[in-house]
């Protein structure tokens, strides 16, 4: 529908520091309508396709997978669910080379399809967004596996929740990088997906304008969105200047609004939250098919490509296998990045899957991207700072880096670097300034990472000291309770006061013992009843007894028995 | 002159009690530095600077007894911290105290391990878990790498293993490029 009102609107635009002008070479791969790619007999499926914690696999080998089949995913409030691009048998849960800079394996889940497409039960489509809550659209938007397509793959969820009151909802549709297309095409291809996963974010985020960014070097895609306005609609496509990189979230916003975001801040103290159009796209085919993100568009350019285009494909497709499908390599091939010529990294292999973040493959040739030449001494001519759109130091905190004073380098806000490379771009002795900074950023996490183990540890080795201490005391304790106990017996009979009482206790049972003696001698015993002869006998024993004195001991043991 | 002489003895006067109040008042028990060396310290407590731990070494450095360069775990970056603290020079790293390593990790093969529990006693920050007789295992997440369950171990069944390195753990290179020789005399 074409509304005058929403276009050609003048609206003031500000101007980030810095920033250069490229050759955008964007042609190349818009000389092709976008393509949908075939189903290859393998898809790879990374598990760790996102910011945040890797997601764990829900299905097993052998396993039966229905296309948008939700098949790993974690509990973590920042992760993200991966779900199978097509219908088809799991049959390898293992190691797979990934799209990471360091060329490492990680966890994948492989999958064969069966061509057969069977989707899975998707959840209800939300048609009627504007009645439901924000907390069921956010729910929906994290089951469908959405994170941030631009590259950064953030989980789009977490970021919809920002605990701040939002007034500007920015959608970045600026695709600054050169050799680029993939968000041009998608905004040409789906601009009504597109302008409805804006109005879903401004009604999630309550936001009361929504305007989509858009570098003026696309003037098909703005017309596009602009002819799908609606009257009723509180949103503005925006055409701004071709400037690298107008698309970094802050330049954006400082381009659309004339704010700055502070250092280490996020656009939702600014009460704006940005999203990529691809992004948008996903959002609205999720909440209104239920569509989990299973799919996305890729730009396949460079010499080094035979026929460049912009092609959509599942993910987990190879990069390999998605470069023969736009009719394979020129020969001219030096080397081959992942993401664009200022941002995107070396791949060392193209078996590498497609994940949600990956939005071109640039096969460059050997006359494209020449080699920079040897590395000279900075010169301090100051042209990185010019040019840096963070208005960073960047000479500063390359001398840093590379003497390694990590914290010197912080100091110089370090980490609100955002790796354009328009500083290496511009250094004329070729310094490779953004890997330092890469490799600044990296190691300072690490040694952060390693501070909070130490200190962890520290406190373990003080507790166990501590509870050695303490058993060591109780064992002492113990001892001296022993040994206490043990001397206090022999010494009751030393010393004083006991033994006297005793002494006279054993005196007085003496004297009793005595006087019982004397008695029995005095008085004798059992006389009573007795027979004559035995009185007869009695008397005659008692004569003898005093007449022999010495001999009364032997008769009394007579007398006894 | 009498003035001046009974001002300048009744500031000193003034200024000594107030030394001597804050003397009092904010005195520190033990040496702060001790504790600023010990958080530049890996905590390992492994014992290969020759003390008994990272405490120990970060009192003898404070008194001056101890170089800052027995520190391996701590590597090149430790000793520059100490020497940026301490404002001492930069030695390198002590030869007979080992080179840098890679971080390991202690892991108890279970087949051989017996269950005596030397190691739950030998290990420094009790990342070790068993009892008597039952098999021992070594809580990764606390291990410390530091060694030390190595040698009481009467069976041998403990093995140090590298920490795998995977996407998370990666760090970017230092740029490996040559700089050009006036850089590196101006540097030496």
Known sequence: MYIESKKNNSRQLW??????????????????PLKTASLPDRLVLPLHQHIGEPADPLVQVGDSVLKGQKIADNSAPVSSPVHAPTSGRVVEISSQPIP????????????????????????????DYHSATADILRSRIREAGIVGMGGATFPSAVKLNPG?????LIINGAECEPYITCDDLLMQSYPERVLDGARILQKLLGAVECLIAVEDNKPAAISTLQDHLEEDDAIEVVSIPTLYPSGGEKQLIRILTGLEVPSSGYPALLGMVCHNVATTAAIAEAVLEGKPLISRIVTLTGEGIAKPCNIETPLGITASNLIAQAAGYTGKVSQLILGGPMMGFDLATDEIPITKGANCLLAVSEAEAPSPG????????????EVCPASLLPQQMYWHSR??????AQDYKLFDCIECGCCSHVCPSHIPLVQYFRYAKTESWAKEQERREAEHAKQRHEFRLARLERLEAERKARLRKKKGALKKKPAAGKSGDASDGKKAAIEAAMLRAAAKKAQQKDQPKNTENLTSTQQAQIVAAEKRRTAQPEAVSNTTGAEKE | MLISILAITGLATIFGLLLGYANVRFHVEGDPITDQIEVLLPQ???????????????????AGEAEINKCPPGGESGMLALADLLGRDPVPLDAEHAEEKPKVLALIVEEECIGCTLCLQACPVDAILGAAKQMHVVITSECTGCELCLPPCPVDCIVMQPIKQDSTTWRWPFPDHKHPDVVVKARV
């Open chain 1, 15 to 32: 101007r980030f520091h810095g920033g250069l002008h490229l050759p955008d070479n964007k042609q190349r791969s818009l000389q092709q």
């Open chain 1, 100 to 127: 990471h800079p360091s060329g490492l394996q990680g966890p994948c889940i492989i999958i064969e399809p069966d061509g057969k497409e069977q989707w899975a039960e998707l959840p209800e489509p939300i048609t």
């Open chain 1, 164 to 168: 701040k009151p939002i007034k500007t």
């Open chain 1, 374 to 385: 040897n590395t000279l001494a900075c010169i301090r001519c100051g042209r990185c700072a």
């Open chain 1, 403 to 408: 003497a390694k004073d990590l914290e010197k």
């Open chain 2, 44 to 62: 390992t407590q492994c014992g290969q600077c020759g003390f008994a731990g990272c405490r120990p070494y970060a009192e003898a450095i404070a």
